[in-house]
């Protein structure tokens, strides 16, 4: 049984939903979100959870070393969910270091407590370890990324992902340590921050703002209902073997042009604009640095060993998404007031 549960990131984007699943699915375990609370982590994201019995927050930073030791030896966790990180590519270029410092020591860190606390003695405990399809680098025109794929990272974020894996699996061959990796393909979903494709493209389409799309809008991404990648998480922890490592994504691949045109006729209808309307707010801008063209999931491995499926079409699931980000105005203005107006402002510089 593991019981007490750590899940590092859990106020942010996917953290949020995998520590809604598990508080709501298995109110027998003891679920503690361990979170920085840096621009991307929002409390706020929890509120529907945050009474009950079987959830507690720690303010914590996964760079500190002696706090995370401390924290672990007086919590006696029984596996950790580590999703904690910098998640933005763009981010990534303009600062790379933060992204060493949060992705690559805090895994360390985390990975130290956990084996300094546990001993050498893994029956019954595990440290998940929550990754993504951009350490495998970009695909051409055809192909998908299998389990196998040679690692081939590009940004800062996916070197810092990537190396963050190897250290997992050096924990789990040199020290015995119960591990599982996954690297999932880009999500979407309901409090995803709105420096990303989808949610930066619902606001600016909600205030009649340019959409700006990178080069000509011909990548591909691989999209994903958030809730899915939860429940794929869900299934992977809980019967996954040590050492192994599971790809999740959609078989939904979408060039990035296609994708806004469909949010825009999307938003079109729910805000009772001409149809069209939207659209004309797209606009080209100054393409990203190194930017991967195509990721694809192949999660053959995952669909038939544990079983798991996508559970929504993507059309469906946009439109779920337009809704919540349509419903949730004062969350929406609460994270892009402040900070985000100096994020928006120094990336977008050449969109005005
Ligand atoms: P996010 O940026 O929305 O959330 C990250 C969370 O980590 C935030 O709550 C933040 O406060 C917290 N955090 C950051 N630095 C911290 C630190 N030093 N100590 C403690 N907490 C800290 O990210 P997300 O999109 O929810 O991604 C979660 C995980 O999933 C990441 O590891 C990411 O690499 C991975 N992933 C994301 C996607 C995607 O499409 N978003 C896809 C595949 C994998
Ligand atoms: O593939 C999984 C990854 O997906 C995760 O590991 C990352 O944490 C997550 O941020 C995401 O990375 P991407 O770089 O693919 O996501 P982003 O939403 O930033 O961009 C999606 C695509 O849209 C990408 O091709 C860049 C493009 N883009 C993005 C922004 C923010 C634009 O054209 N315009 C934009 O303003």
Known sequence: MKNKILITGGAGFIGSHVVRRFVTNYPHYEIVNLDKLTYAGNLANLKDIEDRPNYRFIKADITDPIEINELFLKEEFDAVIHLAAESHVDRSI???????????????NLLNAAKECWKGSYAGRRFYHVSTD???????????????????????????????DHFVRAYHDTYGLDSVISNCSNNYGSHHFPEKLIPLAINNIKNNKPVPIYGKGENVRDWLWVEDHARAIDVIFHQAKSGETYNIGGHNEWKNIDLIKLLCSIMDLKLGRGSGDSEKLITYVKDRAGHDLRYAIDSTKLQENLNWV???????????????????????????????????????????
């Open 94 to 108: 303009t600062d790379p270091t933060a992204f060493v410092m949060t992705n690559v020591i805090g895994t360390v």
């Open 134 to 164: 951009e350490v495998y680098g970009s695909l051409g025109e055809t192909g998908l990324f299998t389990e196998s794929t040679v690692y081939d990272p590009h940004s800062p974020y996916s070197a810092s992902k990537a190396s963050s």
């Open 310 to 352: 996508p559970s929504l079409q993507f059309e469906e699931g946009l439109a779920k998404t337009v809704d919540w980000y349509l419903e949730n105005e004062e969350w929406l203005n609460d994270v892009t007031t402040g900070q985000y107006q100096n994020y928006y402002a120094g990336q977008y510089i050449t969109l005005d």
